[in-house]
C-alpha cells in the first residue's frame, strides 16, 4: 500500500508540475507579446472583418494543384484561421468534383474543443457515423460512412496511409493536432485513382495540414475541463528564412485525462513538424514529421447483459457473476479475479510518421508528383492471464516454464499484445496537360514489416507489470523458448500502377474521367508458434484490376450533376492468416487461421446534383452498392481467457446498399451560418451465413437481414454564429439503430447528441493576435448510450438454421458513447 500511495503521489507531483510548466510557457508568451506592443504594426481592416481591428495571417493549405482533388483556402483569416465566410459554418465548400465529397475547414475545426481527433470532427456530415468513448477523443473511436467502417475506408494525410497495414484499423488520437488541420475531405463513395489505401472497400478521408506562415510567429493554447481534463498546444513559425523559399513550424502538445468510466489517466504527447520550400513557377517541397507517445488505460468493451446490469461500471475490486464494464480499480491479491485489474490493462503506444511530398513543374504542360513516407510504431494492448506455470502449452506440448530459473506456480501473468511496424512506400504521379485532355500515369510502392508477439511476464506487488511494454524478463519453456501467446511476421508487397484521363468539353461545362489501376499485394507470413493449421509459412497474394469513370455536367454557374461508378477492394486483415491463442488438445489454437479468405470487392455508382449559389450550398446523391465477400472486422474474446481478445475479418457474404445523402448549407445571414446534413439507406445481406456454437453447425437464413452496423436514418444540424468578437455554435446529430447480428436480434437504439461551443475573441493587443476565450460543452443532455457495435456476431439468440437445428447465440459486444464534459479555453497567436 505504501509503495501504492508513493506511486500515486508521485504521478500526481509530476501531473502538476506538467500544468505548471504551461502556465509558464503561456504567460511568458502573454507577456512577450505586450511587452512588442509598439513593434507590431496595426493590421487594416477588411471586408471580410468586422469594424474592429483583428489579427490576419497566411494559412493556406498545403496541396498540390486544383486537379488533384485538393482544396486551396485562399483569402485573410484571423490568426485562428477563421474567415467567417465558409458555407455552414465551415462545414462544406464550393465543390466540384465528379463524385461525391465532403470538406470541413478551419471555419468549424477552430471553434470545436481543442485537440479533437478528426473522426469526431467529422461527425456532422453526410453518411458519417462517428463515435467516441472519452470526450477528448484519446482512446481512439470508430467511423462508418454509408454502413462502411474506417477499416473499410482509407485515411489519409498528406498522402500519406494511415490505416494500420495489418488490420486497417485507423488509430485517430495519434494522427494530428487540430490546431495544425487545413481541411479533412470525406469522399464517400470511392478512393481516387492515385489513393494510397488497401483498405477502401468504400471511400477515403483525407487530410491536409496547414503550411507554415510567411512571416515569423506561431500560436499558443490552453485548455482544462471535466475529468480532470489539461492540455496545452504551442505552435512557432519561422516565417521564410532569409530569401531561400524555406518556411517551417515546429509544435508540440500535452494532454491528460482522468477516464471517466472506470480508473486510471490518459496522457498524450505529440509533435509535429512542417518545412515548406517553395521555388519558380509551382515547384514545391515539404517535409512532414509527426511524433506520437500515448500512455493510455484501455477501457473493457460491454455487452447487452453487462450493460443493463451494471452501466457504465460499478467501482472497486473484482465483481463476480456477469463481467463489470470497467476494470478493477483495487488490486486484492495475486489471484484469478485479478485478471481485471486496471492496471494490467494499459494501452502504450510510440508512433513516428515521415512524409516528403514534391510536386515540380517539368515545363511543356507537365509535372511530376512524389510522395515517399515512412512509418515506425511500438505498442501493445494490455491483458492478464492466470496461469500454472508448471501446465504451460508449447503447441501440444505441456511443460513448465520459469522467470530468470524460478518457477512460481499458479500465478497471474501480465500478457500484451504487441505490434512493431516499419513501413516505408512512395507514390510517383506524373501528369500531362494538352489542350482539352489531362493525362496521369503513376505506381505506388510500399514495403512493411509488421512483427507480432504476446510474451508473458511477472507483476509488482502492486498489480502493475514490471514492463508494461512487455519487455525485460519474460517466462521461459523448459525447451529454452519464449512462451507466446501469439508469435507472427507479416512482410506486405504492393505495387499499384494507374492511369487515368480527363477530358474537358463544351468550354469546361463536360468534364469525363476514366482510369484504372491494377493492385497487387503479397503477404509473405511467418508464423513461430508451433503445430499451427497452416504450417510456419503462409504466403498469399492479392490481384484485383479496378476500373473507374465519371462525368460531371455544369448546366449554369449554379446548378451541376455527376455520375461516378468505380471498383473498390479490401484485402483480409494479416491476422486472420495465422493461429494463435492458448491450445486446446484435438481442437488446436483458440483463434484459428481464416484460409482463403477472399478480399471484399465492391462497385459503386452515384447520381448527384448540387447547387452553388451566393448565399446557399446543397447537395443531394443517390448511391448504389454490390459488395462482394463483404469483410466485417470482429473482436472476438478468447473463452480460455476472458481477458484476452483479438480483432479478425469475417466474411459477411455478398451485399446490396442503395441510399440517398444530402446536404446544406448558408453563408452568414446577420452572422448565422446553418448545416443541415441527412442520410437514408437501405442496405441488404444477399447471402446466408455459416454459424458455429456448442457443436451445432449449420447456415442461418441471413439473406435478406439488414447489414450490421449500419443506421438506417441519421440527421445532423449545425448552426453557427460569429461577429467577429462573438461567436457561438451548436450541433445535433441523430443516429438510428443498428444492428449487431446478421440475423438481426440484437441493436445498439437510436440516439441524439448535442453539442454547443462560444466564446469570444479581442482585439489584437501588442504581439497578440485575436486572443480568445471559449468553452466548449458535449453531450449536453449527459445522455448514457451504446454508439457502436465492436464485435459482431451471426446471432445473439437461439436462431433455427435452414435444416431445422437450433443455432445457440453469442454475445455482441458494444462501446459506450462519451458523457457530458465542459472545457475552457484560452488561446492567441503571436
Known amino acids: 500500500m505504501k509503495n501504492l500511495l508513493s506511486a500515486k503521489t508521485k504521478s500526481f507531483l509530476s501531473f502538476k508540475q506538467s500544468r505548471l510548466n504551461w502556465v509558464i510557457l503561456y504567460s511568458s508568451l502573454w507577456v512577450s507579446g505586450a511587452m512588442a506592443q509598439n513593434t507590431v504594426p496595426p493590421q487594416p481592416a477588411t471586408d471580410d472583418t468586422s469594424s474592429q481591428q483583428h489579427a490576419v495571417t497566411d494559412n493556406s493549405a498545403n496541396h498540390p494543384a486544383k486537379n488533384d482533388g485538393a482544396i486551396v483556402v485562399t483569402g485573410r483569416s484571423y490568426a485562428d484561421g477563421v474567415t467567417r465566410r465558409a458555407f455552414g459554418g465551415g462545414l462544406m465548400i464550393k465543390e466540384d468534383s465528379p463524385k461525391s465529397k465532403s470538406t470541413l475547414t478551419r471555419d468549424y475545426i477552430e471553434k470545436q474543443t481543442p485537440g479533437l481527433n478528426p473522426m469526431q470532427l467529422i461527425a456532422l456530415l453526410p453518411g458519417v457515423n462517428s463515435s467516441d ?16 467502417n474506417e477499416s473499410s475506408m482509407g485515411y489519409i494525410l498528406e498522402g500519406f496511409p494511415l490505416n494500420d497495414v495489418g488490420s486497417h484499423a485507423v488509430y485517430p488520437q495519434e494522427i494530428v493536432d487540430s490546431e495544425n488541420l487545413s481541411t479533412i475531405q470525406v469522399a464517400q463513395g470511392s478512393a481516387d485513382l ?21 512571416k515569423m510567429g506561431g500560436r499558443a493554447n490552453f485548455t482544462y475541463g471535466s475529468y480532470n481534463t489539461f492540455r496545452g498546444f504551442a505552435r512557432f513559425d519561422t516565417g521564410e ?58 477501457m473493457p468493451s460491454v455487452n447487452m447483459a453487462s450493460w443493463q446490469k451494471y452501466g457504465k461500471g460499478i467501482m472497486g475490486g473484482p465483481v463476480s457473476g456477469i463481467a463489470n464494464t470497467v476494470y478493477s480499480s483495487v488490486y486484492t491479491g495475486n489471484t484469478k479475479a485479478n485478471t481485471t485489474y486496471y492496471k494490467l490493462h494499459p494501452n502504450p503506444f510510440t508512433n513516428i510518421y515521415v512524409s516528403a511530398p514534391v510536386h515540380l513543374n517539368l515545363g511543356h504542360k507537365m509535372t511530376l508528383t512524389e510522395t515517399p513516407y515512412f512509418l ?34 499458479q500465478t497471474l501473468l501480465y500478457e500484451p499484445s504487441i505490434t512493431k511496424t516499419y513501413r516505408s512506400g512512395s507514390t510517383t504521379k506524373w501528369t500531362w496537360t494538352s489542350g482539352i485532355n489531362r493525362l496521369m500515369i503513376g505506381y505506388w510502392f510500399e514495403y512493411s514489416s509488421q512483427r507480432q508477439t504476446a510474451p508473458y511476464s511477472l507483476l509488482n506487488d502492486d498489480g502493475s507489470p514490471r514492463d508494461k511494454w512487455g519487455g525485460g524478463s519474460n517466462v521461459i519453456l523448459a525447451n529454452g523458448e519464449k512462451a507466446e501467446y501469439r508469435d507472427n511476421l507479416t512482410r506486405t508487397f504492393i505495387h499499384t500502377p494507374f492511369i487515368g484521363d480527363t477530358i474537358s468539353l463544351l468550354n469546361d461545362k463536360l468534364t469525363i474521367d476514366g482510369g484504372v489501376k491494377i493492385s497487387i499485394i503479397n503477404r509473405q507470413g511467418r508464423n513461430y508458434l508451433p503445430d499451427t493449421s497452416t504450417g510456419k509459412n503462409i504466403n498469399q497474394t492479392y490481384r484485383e484490376v479496378l476500373p473507374s469513370g465519371s462525368i460531371r455536367y455544369k448546366i449554369n454557374d449554379e446548378h451541376q450533376v455527376f455520375f461516378s461508378v468505380a471498383t473498390n477492394y479490401r484485402i483480409p ?36 446534383w448540387r447547387y452553388h449559389g451566393k448565399l446557399i450550398n446543397t447537395s443531394l446523391t443517390y448511391f448504389h452498392y454490390d459488395f462482394h465477400n463483404r469483410l466485417f472486422s470482429q473482436t472476438v474474446i478468447d473463452p ?29 445571414i446577420y452572422n448565422i451560418r446553418p448545416y443541415v446534413s441527412a442520410e437514408y439507406i437501405d442496405a441488404r445481406n444477399r447471402s446466408n451465413l455459416a454459424a458455429s456454437a456448442a457443436g451445432v453447425s449449420a447456415i442461418l437464413p441471413t439473406k435478406g437481414k439488414f447489414a450490421p452496423q449500419t443506421p438506417r436514418y441519421q440527421v445532423g444540424f449545425g448552426l453557427d454564429y460569429d461577429n467577429g468578437h462573438i461567436f457561438g455554435n451548436f450541433s445535433l446529430k441523430y443516429v438510428g439503430s443498428q444492428y449487431s447480428t446478421f440475423m438481426n436480434d440484437e441493436q445498439v437504439p437510436s440516439y441524439v447528441r448535442m453539442n454547443i461551443g462560444g466564446g469570444y475573441r479581442f482585439k489584437s493587443w501588442g504581439g497578440l493576435k485575436s486572443p480568445t476565450i471559449r468553452f466548449n460543452l458535449s453531450n449536453i443532455t449527459n445522455k448514457h448510450y451504446l454508439n457502436y457495435a465492436s464485435g459482431l456476431q451471426t446471432n445473439a439468440q437461439y436462431a433455427k438454421a435452414l435444416d431445422g437445428q437450433m443455432v445457440k447465440g453469442s454475445a455482441p459486444t458494444y462501446s459506450i458513447a462519451s458523457p457530458f464534459s465542459a472545457m475552457f479555453s484560452i488561446s492567441s497567436g503571436f
Open 241 to 298: 528564412i532569409g530569401n531561400s523559399g524555406t518556411r517551417a513550424y515546429f509544435s508540440f502538445s500535452d494532454t491528460h485525462e482522468d477516464l471517466w468510466r472506470g480508473p486510471g489517466t490518459e496522457k498524450k504527447l505529440h509533435g509535429e513538424m512542417k518545412v515548406v520550400k517553395e521555388w519558380g513557377k509551382d515547384n514545391k517541397a515539404s517535409l512532414l514529421v509527426i511524433g506520437n507517445n500515448l500512455d493510455n488505460i484501455n
Open 133 to 148: 468513448s472519452d470526450p477528448m477523443g484519446l482512446t481512439g473511436g470508430h467511423t462508418s460512412v454509408r454502413g462502411m
Open 640 to 668: 480460455n481467457n476472458p481477458t484476452s481478445y483479438y480483432s479478425r475479418s469475417i466474411n459477411g457474404g455478398n451485399q446490396t446498399t442503395n441510399g440517398v445523402d444530402f446536404e446544406i448549407g448558408t453563408r452568414a
Open 376 to 409: 515506425y510504431s511500438n505498442g501493445n494492448g494490455g491483458g492478464a492471464y492466470w496461469q500454472d506455470m508448471n501446465k504451460m502449452s508449447y503447441g501440444s506440448q505441456t511443460m513448465s516454464g520459469t522467470v530468470d530459473g524460478q518457477n512460481y506456480g
Open 573 to 608: 486483415m494479416n491476422t486472420s492468416l495465422f493461429d494463435s491463442g492458448s491450445y486446446v488438445a484435438g481442437t488446436g489454437y483458440s483463434n484459428q487461421a481464416v484460409k482463403d479468405l477472399k478480399p471484399e470487392t465492391s462497385i459503386s455508382e452515384e447520381f448527384g
Open 194 to 214: 492515385d489513393s494510397p489505401t488497401v483498405s477502401a472497400a468504400g471511400g477515403v478521408v483525407n487530410m491536409h495540414m496547414i503550411d507554415p506562415a510567411k
